[in-house]
């Protein structure tokens, strides 16, 4: 993968806030003991992508998604297009489908 | 997959203890205000918000990022309640499509909140909610005013989740019990 990730964030982030039923992609979180020990570690997130976080693995990219919904929408659906949209749209950026891509809804409201 | 993994401070969850947290610990519930490990872990999550908030202080006013800071902290907010992750059923090996456990349990008080008189406090699944698809049973407990029946509230809310929770649960969703921990006379609960 030769793409610029931070660029293909920006790009992924705002494919997914596109996805009708999204209503913000966040920042994927650290693990709670993470948190808990050191608020601080997630502020190395870096501020010049998107929300999505896009890994340049050997075997393919790592895309996660973290997103909130809407609860007019529902949510297997939301989050099927969203997984749709992402791999779509990676396709078109990296040149090769992700090898894996996360989505996860973590507030629906 | 049972429930019982939980993290616990002294009776209560996180996620409760979190809850009882964003209503400013009113009403008082003598429960947890006399559990000294939950109100230790209740002082520690104080710690924790009251730092996320000079972070957002401090670095809004560093670089005025402040979209960034606060797209941040809802991860951290969200990442504090999320509980486990519930799998969808899904065909694409390649794809992990998750709903965590905070996000419905939001969604069930929520949902709550769309009948008068009835305040959810706690919900917990059970069953197979690690397996995609599973079967799973909903418990919610809930507080309520004696303005109305209170067994027709539980009902109303029962229907209420079933219907709604439905379309959003990655599981099948097997039974929803209600249960009604306290009644207000007169009032909010």
Do not use: C, N
Not at chain 1, 32 to 50: F, H, K, N
Not at chain 1, 54 to 68: H, I, L, M, N, S
Not at chain 2, 33 to 40: I, K
Not at chain 2, 115 to 142: E, K, M, N, Q, W
Request: proline residues 6%; negative net charge.
């Amino acid at each position: 993968m030769t793409a610029d990730v931070r660029a293909v964030s920006r790009e992924l982030t705002a494919v997914v806030l596109a996805v009708p039923g999204v209503r913000s992609v966040l920042p994927p979180g650290p693990g709670l003991a993470t948190l808990v020990r050191d608020v601080r570690s997630v502020l190395e997130i870096p501020r010049d992508g998107g929300a999505v976080l896009v890994q340049d693995r050997p075997d393919g990219a790592r895309v996660r998604v973290v997103v909130t919904t809407d609860r007019a929408v529902p949510t297997i659906a939301v989050l099927r297009s969203v997984r749709d949209a992402v791999v779509a749209a990676a396709q078109h950026s990296l040149g090769a489908a992700p090898s894996d891509v996360t989505v996860r809804v973590v507030e629906i409201d | 997959m049972s429930d019982d993994v939980d993290d616990r401070h002294g009776a209560f969850t996180l996620d409760e203890l979190s809850d009882y947290l964003d209503a400013d610990r009113t009403p008082a519930r003598a429960d947890i205000e006399g559990d000294p490990d939950a109100v230790a872990a209740l002082e520690r999550l104080q710690v924790l918000r009251r730092a996320s908030r000079d972070l957002l202080d401090t670095e809004a006013s560093a670089d005025g990022d402040e979209r960034w800071i606060s797209s941040v902290l809802a991860s951290i907010r969200t990442t504090a309640h999320a509980g486990r992750d519930i799998p969808v059923p899904d065909d694409d090996p390649a794809a992990h499509l998750v709903v965590t456990e905070g996000a419905l349990r939001g969604l069930v008080r929520t949902l709550g909140d769309d009948l008068p008189g009835v305040v959810v406090r706690r919900t917990r699944f059970s069953g197979d909610v690690g397996v995609p698809g599973g079967a799973v049973d909903v418990d919610i407990t809930v507080v309520a005013t004696l303005e109305a029946s209170v067994s027709d509230r539980a009902e109303a809310l029962r229907a209420h989740v079933t219907a709604v929770l439905g379309a959003h649960a990655p599981f099948r969703i097997r039974s929803v019990v209600v249960r009604v921990a306290d009644v207000v006379v007169g009032g909010t609960p």
